[in-house]
C-alpha cells in the first residue's frame, strides 16, 4: 500500500514538473524567439513594446511608403500602381494573426496552448516525436520566411539604389533612401514572420495530435480493454476540439482576407490600362505567394488530421471484422475446403496492400503510416472480445467524426474540393467579365 501511494506522488511530480515552465525547458528557444520578435507580453513593460513595434512596423510605416514614397512621378519601372494591395493585404493579414498571437500567449500561455503540460500523459514515442516537431519549427519558420525576405530585399535594393526616390526629409537623400529602405524591409519582414508563425504553431499542434494518432492506432494490436480505448479517443477528440476553438477565427478570416486579396489582384492586373510587366508585378506576386503559402500550410495540416482521425474509423472496421471472421473460421461450412496456400497461424488474419500485383494506394506510395494501411494482423485477443463490444466500438466512431473543423464545418478533403470549386468559379467569372469589357 505504501510502495503504490509513493509511486502516485512520484507521478503527480512528475506531471507538475512538466507542467511548470523553467528557463532550460522545450520553450527555451520559442520564448527567445517570442522575445526577439517582440511579442512575448508577460510583463507591461513588454506588452508595451510589442504593441508599439506593431503599430510602428504593420501600419505606420505602411502608410508611409505608400502615401509619402508612392512616387508618382517615377518612369514605368519604378512606379508601384499595385502597392496597395501588397500593403494592405499584408497588414490585414499581419493584425489577425498579432491579435491572435497575443490572445493566445495572454490567455493560455504558451505551454498549456502547445499541450505540453499534456505531454507527461502521451507515451514516450509520442514524446521524443513532438520534441522533434517542435526543434523543427523554427527551420521551418526560416524556410518560409527567408526565401520572401531575400526576394524583397533584392527588389527594395535596386528599386532605391536605381534613384526612384528622392525625397531628402534627412537633409541628405542618400541617408533618407537607406532609412527608408530599412524601414520598409522590416516592415515585411516583421509582417511576414508574425504570420508564418502563427501558421507554424498550428501546424506543431497538429503534428502532436497526428503523433497521437498514430500511437491510438496500436491499440489494435496490443490487448486493450473497449473502455479504454473508448476513453482514449474522447480525449484525442477533445484535444482536437480545443484546436478548433482556438484557431477557427483565424483559418476563416485568413481564408476570406486572402481570397479577396487575390481577387483584388486579379482585377487590377486584368484591367484594360494595367501596365503588367516585372518590374511592377514582381511585389503583389511575392505577396500573394508568401500569403497563399501561409494559408496552404494551415488548411493542409488541418486537412491531414481530419483525414488521420477519420481513417481511424476504418481501422475498427477491419479490426471487427477480422475478429468476427476469425471466430466463425470453419463454422460457416459443412463441407471441407481444400485450400493450397500455406495454412497461416489462426490469431493472424492479413490482408495484403497489392495482392494482384496491379495497384499501390497513393497515400502508402508517399510513405504514409499505418492508419491508412491495409495490413490488419488480428492479435488473438481480439476473438475474446464480444461480437457486441466490438460492434459497439465501430458504431461510436462511425458517428463522431474526429477532425478540425470551423464553426462547424469539418475541414476534410471534401471541404476543400468546395473550397476551391466556388474560388475558381468566381475567377473564371471575373475573368470573363474584364477580360470580355476590355
Known sequence: MGDERENLIRKSNKAIDRSISNAGDELCSFRSCLKWMCVDQSSIWRACLSWSLFLLLSIIVPLLSHFVLACSTCDARHSRPYDSVVQLSLTVVTTLSFFCLSRIVRRYGLRRFLFLDKLCEESEKVGQGYTE????????????????????????????????????????????????????????????????????????????QILRLHDFAEVFQMESEVASVLKEHLRIRRHLRIISHRYRAFILFALGII????????????????????????????????????????????????????????????WHVCATIDAFDGTDSETPVVVDQPIQRPHVLEFPINANGEWEDDETADGDDDLDNTNIILPIYARTISFQKRQALVTYFENNRAGITVYGFMLDRSTLNIIFGVEMSLILWLLGKTIGIS
Open 133 to 208: 516537431q517542435l526543434n523543427r519549427s523554427w527551420k521551418l519558420l526560416l524556410v518560409f520566411v527567408l526565401p520572401c525576405f531575400a526576394a524583397e530585399s533584392a527588389y527594395k535594393i535596386w528599386w532605391y539604389s536605381s534613384g526612384a526616390s528622392g525625397i531628402p526629409f534627412l537633409g541628405n537623400e542618400v541617408v533618407s533612401d537607406v532609412v527608408a529602405c530599412i524601414l520598409e524591409l522590416c516592415s515585411w519582414l516583421y509582417r511576414t514572420s508574425i504570420f508564418f508563425l502563427v501558421c507554424v504553431l498550428f501546424r506543431l499542434l497538429c503534428s502532436l
Open 259 to 318: 481570397t479577396a486579396s487575390q481577387f483584388a489582384s486579379l482585377l487590377m492586373t486584368t484591367r484594360s490600362s494595367a501596365v503588367v510587366n516585372f518590374f511592377t508585378v514582381g511585389e503583389l506576386v511575392l505577396c500573394s505567394i508568401t500569403l497563399v503559402t501561409g494559408l496552404l500550410i494551415c488548411l493542409r495540416c488541418a486537412t491531414k488530421i481530419t483525414h488521420k482521425a477519420q481513417s481511424v474509423t476504418s481501422l475498427a472496421a477491419k
